[in-house]
């Protein structure tokens, strides 16, 4: 007999592929238009990134040589009277004996007026600068010098339109004119840069600290009432449970910075309201962390304790506590790290910390003294992580 052929199987057309379906095509359109309306409202112009490099170039540069140390600074100063009215005369005084001379062709002349000064008798090879004083003490840079090897100078100066003063008569009119030379004398010793931000880090540390203690203070009993598995059994329970959630998910949407600003207005500027800031946020923070993990311990602890007629208080003493320290203590402790990161920003706004000189540094374009700061947060920061990742790994 001959043997029959098996049927043909039926043809399928195999599956398109998952790209090339009108629903994926839909969802690319449709997230190409989001990011493309994202793009335009956000303003993403990356030609900025090279245009601004000028202006972060002095930071960058100083980033790599913060002030950290310093010698003792010395100085010279001479003062010399000078008159901008031809019928006043200028004011005597006269120069310590044996000390630097400035030498002017006329001690009077006019605003405006070209003005070769020159001196002798200061620090060889030391750079100076020339101040226009008014009468009321008001100092003005009109030059930099540098002396030669014998302490000498020559400069020309224009001198300026200054206020004179209450005065518009006689006195108004006599100006000084002063020359200073600077230079660093005696040992390399920390500058007080370094000095004022390590007073600052410190306080940054103990401004998290302080605050993540107060937190825990409140966090804790809270974090028993949120706990659904051992509030929300009657209806009463039910309420306070969704009540507290409320209280965890409001606060926790708060920003810190927003919560200093509002505790600045209150009490005032200083790490009182950084640390106030802190505290109420880290509630939030910790007491949701603590109550979900009340809420993922072991059932059998708890039914065994509560068979043998213990009270509420006694189940939560013997069978829920005993469960919940270890990774309590690592989320304070992670908590702990995280406000000592937030307390950099929290100063930005008077809530005290190092915050707020890195603020006043950048402000005043003092790049050296900013990179200490930032220096110091970073080594702080990471000595901290580094600990709580230790103390973490121990305890859990």
Known sequence: MTQQ?????????????????????????????VYAYGWRVTKIN????????????????????????????????????????????????VPPPGGP???????????GAHLLVSGQGFRPNATGTLFWVNPIGNPQQVATFRTDAQGAFAATITVPEVFRGPESGPRGAQQRLLARVTWEAGPLRPSRTLLLVGEKIIETVFLALMGTTIAIVAAVPLSF?????????????TT???????????????????LAIVFTVWV????????????????????KLYSEQ???????????????????????????????????????IYRWDTNVRMSTVIGFVGGGGIGFI???????????????????????????????????????
């Open 5 to 33: 052929a098996p049927p043909a199987r039926p043809a399928f057309a195999p599956p398109r592929p998952w790209f090339s379906s009108a629903r994926f095509l839909v969802l690319l359109v449709g997230l190409l238009i």
């Open 46 to 93: 990356l030609s900025e990134l090279l245009i601004g490099t000028k202006f972060v170039r002095p930071f960058v540069v100083d980033l790599f040589r913060p002030d950290v140390a310093s010698r003792g600074v010395e100085r010279q100063e001479v003062q010399l009277g000078m008159s901008v009215d031809a019928a006043v005369a200028p004011e005597e005084m």
């Open 101 to 111: 001379q400035l030498l002017v062709p006329s001690r009077v002349t006019a605003v």
């Open 225 to 237: 009432l949120g706990a659904k598995n051992l509030t929300a059994k009657n209806p009463v329970g």
């Open 240 to 258: 306070v449970y969704y009540l507290t959630r409320t209280f965890f998910n409001v606060m926790r949407s708060i920003e810190p910075l927003i």
């Open 268 to 287: 005032g500027l200083g790490p009182f309201a950084g640390v106030l800031a802190l505290a109420l946020h880290s509630v939030a923070a910790l007491g």
């Open 294 to 332: 009340i809420e993922s311990i072991e059932p059998g602890p708890i039914e065994a304790i509560a068979a043998t007629g213990a009270s509420a208080l006694q189940v939560v003493r013997y069978a829920v506590v005993p469960q919940v320290i270890p990774p309590f203590i690592a989320f304070t």
């Open 358 to 396: 890195l603020q006043q540094y950048i402000n005043l374009l003092q790049y050296r003294q900013a990179a200490t700061a930032v220096w110091a947060i970073a080594l702080v920061v990471a000595a901290l992580d580094y600990l709580s990742a230790v103390v973490r790994e121990r305890v859990v």
